[in-house]
């Protein structure tokens, strides 16, 4: 897997296609991995998705008592495996994001894989793939760096943009995640 | 004709056991692409695949899109045909529910004459059906009176359009091109929910240093990201538009060559913009002088602009003129039948452009002509093999065939594709007409809240049981192919039409045995038209992404940029619109103190018979709600959560207060998806522009308190 995932919060619209299409993704049960808040609904509409950063070194994998939490060769954190997992909850503890989620009728934890079934053929993700505002990216790493760069070079040029709201204020302008 | 398009080197993902079928979505105007996926032994729809190269919207969906094949296989589909007996549904035969509407159909016109029957259409059909629709009222029915629930949508976009530019095509330029455009002026459309797949061409602008004005009494989605926000009063656009105008004169914006060259009237639009100051503007809007001014400067100076609106400035009682005003600041600036640049309406309704050009409204024939023009009718009567003395007259628009039941003129009414009993305004008086009908049927999948009304509830199918053609919002027409077989016994529209037909005795003029074959006649009848269809054969849709109208031979590329050369009016010039300020219908006074606008959210569709029915939607979006600045809910002791209680001159309703202060502080949103208790439209004003004869459903004078 070339690509990476790329996140702009601000672009988010909040129309929650990402979790509507993460419930078609194959293998997840219908059932959405990934998340989408307002930062304060009483201020403005501004929301963000968040998904998994699929750590390089993954607190909910070193949490699991059961070794549970497989990390594929691409780097993809996977969710626990169903005959391993004891249920017991550290992994949505131990996570600094707050990702997994835990499955009380069935008693085991699940997470977003990145659409594996998809992105091993290197295919997007379902939530990327919808996504309608490019509020998540399914790219190669070279065009993310590119797009960083430019984005600061846009700002050089016109300086903060002009905006009435202070959404600068609010979120990070943009947000790579590494899967290699 | 393939099943499943894709360009090479496009990767998708298949399921074993599953096949990917090409089509778009069954929703909105954007018409996103999409493959739907099939289970080949079942023939059931399980789910959806991205359309990575489909050029106006590469994949993305919003999650409607993503969920709407979970409407094709629903446990609620009505699967056989229902007659009311002593108030209750019950199932029965083909035979039997199309015995009852003839002999009550044959009944009402031989006592009361041809035009007691009457068609209420809806544009969420194929071309090919509402094509039919209006052919099946005047030629199988023989009564004038048909219409549709475009009246409610996009009804004053088209007489805008007609007034200015003499003809009405959506957009003037191919959605794609928005890339390169250098300011978007976007007035009254909540882009970002309504049509969420168009804000990735707004950031590819945008990345490249694109402006965005977005004028909305709420700050959107849309709005939250503009450059400059116009919080305008609802109600207001024709000042807004008058002062931008204005400063795009004072302050030399004026392309002054294009406008002398290509637009008439411009020594009357000075004259009328002059008292638009940006303080006397700023007056009637709302809006802050340095918002006027900023934006004004914004859009004159962008070399490339597309003013681009929708039902916020539509759906008003002076909704053509605003729309006339919008389109003018974009002549002023010269930006019409150019590239990356022009004007464009979001179509509300799937084929909300192809629906309304083909003769379902109460005055128009296919291919945009008119029934009160001779060599019109005498054209299209060739078409359908009638004689023209047998073509009936202009009937009354959507709203007006209430009017019309409650005078008894109309006695009977089959409602196609529409869900009136919710979308109509002042739903009380809506629903007292279908009561006083004396039959009535309805054509739907679900058991709608107009379906409730009915005598007799006809089956169809869904998109994904039919195949045939919609035009997007930019004017693209476009395949829409069948998924699978119809569910149990439901019959697709144009079948249900054709039967009724030949039930009246006229058979002969339906004697389709496929959709290609409508869209034959379709293609013929629309053939000289100001919407000419002629040159678009199914083939040419597959391999060119879709062919543009007007397009009057095979041999003619279709027409992506409208206006390049001329306008549509008999000159061939712009008549840019000299028009002053009104108040809306209703404003707000000592009794009725703050003003309530009405709209959509992303999670649901119109009426939401479809999307109220899907899982993941309703988990999001369960009710309706009111939105209000925190100043107007402490005013009246809200908290977030609580109930309030609406009341307008012609109904109430309670709702749950939201509270935020993204809305301007006099102003309540209700969105309008729901039906009988949680419906806003009962509340809605129905003053009506009187040219496009659309209803006032953004500006209403409410009063409120805690419930």
């Avoid at chain 2, 016109?109 to 068609?119: I, P, T």
């Avoid at chain 2, 002969?508 to 038209?529: M, Q, T």
Wanted: aromatic share 10%; net charge neutral.
């Amino acid at each position: 897997m070339n690509k990476v995932m790329y996140l702009e919060f601000e672009r988010c619209i909040g129309c929650r296609a990402c979790q509507a299409a993460c419930r078609e993704c194959g293998g997840h049960d219908a059932k959405e991995r990934n998340y989408v808040e307002y930062v304060n609904f009483f201020e403005n509409r501004q929301t963000y998705p968040m998904m998994c950063m699929q750590c390089k070194d993954p607190a909910c994998a070193k949490v699991c008592p059961a070794n549970a939490i497989q990390i594929t060769e691409e780097g993809v954190v996977l969710s626990a495996m169903e005959d391993k997992c004891i249920g017991c909850r550290n992994c949505t503890f131990g996570c600094p994001f707050g990702i997994p989620k835990f499955d009380f009728e069935e008693n085991k934890m699940y997470k977003c894989d990145m659409c594996y079934d998809r992105t091993k053929h290197d295919i997007s993700p379902m939530c990327a793939s919808v996504c309608p505002s490019d509020a998540i990216r399914f790219i190669d790493h070279d065009e993310m760096m590119d797009l960083r760069r430019r984005r600061t070079q846009m700002n050089l040029i016109e300086g903060k943009k002009p905006s009435e709201n202070d959404k600068w204020e609010y979120v990070p302008e943009f947000f790579g995640v590494y899967s290699d | 004709m393939t099943q499943f398009v894709v360009k090479p080197g496009v990767k998708n993902l298949h399921h074993e056991g599953e096949k990917l079928i090409t089509t778009h979505c069954c929703y909105c105007g954007m018409q996103c692409g999409m493959h739907i996926r099939v289970n080949e032994k079942s023939g059931k729809v399980v789910g959806v695949e991205p359309r990575y190269d489909w050029p106006v919207t590469m994949g993305k969906m919003c999650p409607k899109g993503v969920t709407a094949y979970q409407t094709v296989d629903h446990e609620e589909r009505i699967k056989k045909p229902l007659i009311k007996k002593n108030g209750e549904f019950v199932e029965s035969s083909w035979e039997e529910a199309l015995d009852l509407i003839e002999k009550n159909y044959k009944r009402i016109q031989s006592e009361h004459g041809k035009d007691a029957l009457s068609v209420f259409g809806g544009v969420s059909m194929t071309n090919e059906k509402c094509y039919l629709v209006g052919k099946y009222a005047r030629v199988a029915l023989g009564t004038r009176y048909v219409d549709y629930n475009g009246r409610f949508c996009m009804s004053s976009a088209a007489g805008g359009f007609m007034k200015t530019l003499g003809i009405d095509r959506g957009s003037t330029l191919p959605w794609p091109e928005l890339e390169h455009t250098d300011c978007f002026f976007m007035a009254g459309s909540n882009t970002a929910e309504c049509h969420p797949t168009t804000i990735q061409w707004l950031w590819k602008a945008r990345d490249k240093g694109a402006k965005m004005i977005v004028a909305d009494p709420r700050e959107t989605p849309t709005a939250r990201i503009a450059d400059v926000h116009l919080d305008l009063k609802s109600g207001t656009d024709s000042a807004l538009a008058n002062g931008m105008m204005h400063l795009l004169v004072k302050e030399g914006y004026v392309d002054e060559k294009y406008v002398d060259e290509r637009c008439n009237n411009y020594e009357q639009l000075k004259e009328s913009v002059k008292i638009f100051t940006p303080e006397y503007t700023s007056e009637l809007t709302g809006v802050s002088v340095e918002k006027l001014v900023k934006a004004a400067r914004i859009f004159g100076q962008s070399p490339r602009s597309v003013v681009m609106f929708a039902r916020g400035v539509e759906q008003q009682m002076k909704g053509v003129d605003n729309v006339s005003l919008y389109t003018s600041m974009a002549l002023l600036r010269g930006q019409i039948g150019k590239f990356a640049s022009g004007v464009a309406t979001f179509t509300g309704q799937g084929n909300g452009q192809g629906g309304r050009e083909h003769g379902q409204k109460a005055d128009a024939l296919p291919g945009y002509r008119k029934i009160d023009n001779p060599e019109h009718v005498k054209y299209v009567s060739s078409v359908w093999g009638i004689e023209p003395e047998e073509m009936p007259k202009a009937g009354v628009s959507a709203y007006e065939m209430f009017d019309k039941i409650q005078r008894g003129n109309i006695r009977a009414m089959h409602v196609i594709c529409s869900n009136p009993a919710v979308s109509a305004p002042n739903n009380n008086y809506i629903w007292d007409s279908f009561n006083k009908l004396d039959f009535m049927v309805v054509s739907d999948f679900f058991l709608s809240e107009t379906c409730e009304f009915a005598d007799v509830v006809l089956p169809t199918t869904t998109w994904a049981e039919d195949e045939g053609t919609t035009t997007n919002l930019e004017g693209r027409v476009i395949r829409i192919r069948k998924v699978r077989e119809p569910v149990g016994e439901s019959k697709t529209d144009w079948e249900i039409m054709q039967l009724i037909a030949e039930r009246m005795g006229k058979g002969k003029y339906f004697p389709y045995k496929n959709v290609p074959e409508i869209y034959e006649e379709f293609r013929l009848a629309s053939k000289g038209g100001k919407a000419d269809y002629y040159g678009i054969t199914y083939d040419r849709i597959e391999k060119e992404d879709g062919v543009f109208w007007p397009c009057p031979s095979e041999d003619h590329p279709g027409t992506p940029t409208m206006f390049q050369d001329s306008f549509g009016t008999e000159d061939g010039r712009a008549n840019l619109a000299a028009v002053g300020w009104q108040q809306p219908g209703e404003v707000t006074s000592a009794e009725y103190p703050i003003t309530l606008t009405t709209g959509r959210v992303v999670f649901h569709y119109l009426s939401g018979t479809q999307t109220r029915r899907t899982p993941f939607l309703m988990e999001q979006c369960p009710e309706p709600f009111a939105e209000m600045h925190p100043e107007m809910a402490s005013r009246y002791a809200l908290k977030d959560g609580d109930y309030v209680y609406l009341e307008t001159r012609r109904g109430n309703m309670e709702v749950k207060a939201k509270i935020t202060k993204a809305i301007r502080k006099d102003h309540i949103f209700v969105p309008y998806h729901w039906g009988k208790e949680l419906s806003v439209n009962k509340l809605t004003s129905p003053a009506l522009d009187p040219t496009s004869r659309m209803p006032e459903f953004k500006v209403a004078a409410v009063k409120i308190k805690k419930a």
